[in-house]
T-cell receptor, first 112, second 115 residues
C-alpha cells in the first residue's frame, strides 16, 4: 500500500537557520503531495502542495518540489523563525475519495 | 473564506454519556471527513462523506455514529465510549472527494477526554 516516510524529529534550529525536512513516498501512479503544518493545540493547515512531477509548491517562504525520479517531496526554508515552530506532516493522496496517507510528522523547534 | 469550524473545543464525558461533535463549513464543499488524532501521531481517517452520502467507514466501532444533515454540516455522535477513545477529533472538507489534487481544509478540532 501507499506510505510516506519523514525524517525523525524533533529538529531544533536557531532562528535564521536553513531548514530541510525530508519526505519520501511509496505509491503507484501519480499521487498528489502535500505538506501540512500543525501548531500546538490546533488543527492542520495546508502549507503547500504539488499535483504533478516537477511541480514546486511554495508558501510563506517554504518550498517543496515533486520529484518523481526519487519519489521525494522535501520541505525547505531558507531562514526559519521562532513562529515556524510546529509539527510538519508530509502527505499524499492517491485513489478514490481522497484517502490521505500521512507521514508520522516532524516536530520543528526554532530557538531565538 | 476557508474556514471549517468545530464545536465544542473541549469535551469531557463519562463512558455512559451520549454527546455529539459538530462541524460546519460554508465553502460549498461537497466532501467532509472525520479524523482521529492521538498525541504525537498523524491523523487517522474515520469517515468520508461525499455529496452527503457516507462513502468510507474505516472500520470504526459503532459507538461512533456520523451524520451529515446537509452539505454544510457534519456531526459525530458518541455513545458508550472508552477511555482509549480520548483524542483530538478533526473535521475536514474539500471541494470534491474524488479529485486527488483537491485540498482538504481542517478545522481546529475537538479535544475529547473520556473518563
Amino acid at each position: 500500500g501507499d506510505s510516506v516516510t519523514q525524517m525523525e524529529g524533533p529538529v531544533t534550529l536557531s532562528e535564521e537557520a536553513c531548514l530541510t525536512i525530508n519526505c519520501t513516498y511509496t505509491a503507484t501512479g501519480y499521487p498528489s503531495l502535500f505538506w501540512y503544518v500543525q501548531y500546538p493545540g490546533e488543527g492542520l493547515q495546508l502549507l503547500l502542495k504539488a499535483t504533478k512531477a516537477d511541480d514546486k509548491g511554495s508558501n510563506k517562504g517554504f518550498e517543496a518540489t515533486y520529484r518523481k525520479e526519487t519519489t521525494s517531496f522535501h520541505l525547505e526554508k531558507g531562514s526559519v523563525q521562532v513562529s515556524d515552530s510546529a509539527v510538519y506532516f508530509c502527505a499524499l493522496i492517491r485513489g478514490g475519495y481522497q484517502k490521505v496517507t500521512f507521514g508520522t510528522g516532524t516536530k520543528l523547534q526554532v530557538i531565538p | 473564506d476557508t474556514e471549517v469550524t468545530q464545536t465544542p473545543k473541549h469535551l469531557v464525558m463519562g463512558m455512559t454519556n451520549k454527546k455529539s461533535l459538530k462541524c460546519e463549513q460554508h465553502m460549498g464543499h461537497r466532501a467532509m471527513y472525520w479524523y482521529k488524532q492521538k498525541a504525537k501521531k498523524p491523523p487517522e481517517l474515520m469517515f468520508v462523506y461525499s455529496y452527503e452520502k457516507l462513502s468510507i467507514n474505516e472500520s470504526v466501532p459503532s459507538r461512533f455514529s456520523p451524520e451529515c444533515p446537509n452539505s454544510s454540516l457534519l456531526n459525530l455522535h458518541l455513545h458508550a465510549l472508552q477511555p482509549e477513545d480520548s483524542a483530538l477529533y478533526l473535521c475536514a472538507s474539500s471541494q470534491d472527494a474524488t479529485v486527488w489534487s483537491e485540498t482538504q481544509y481542517f478545522g481546529p478540532g475537538t479535544r475529547l477526554l473520556v473518563l
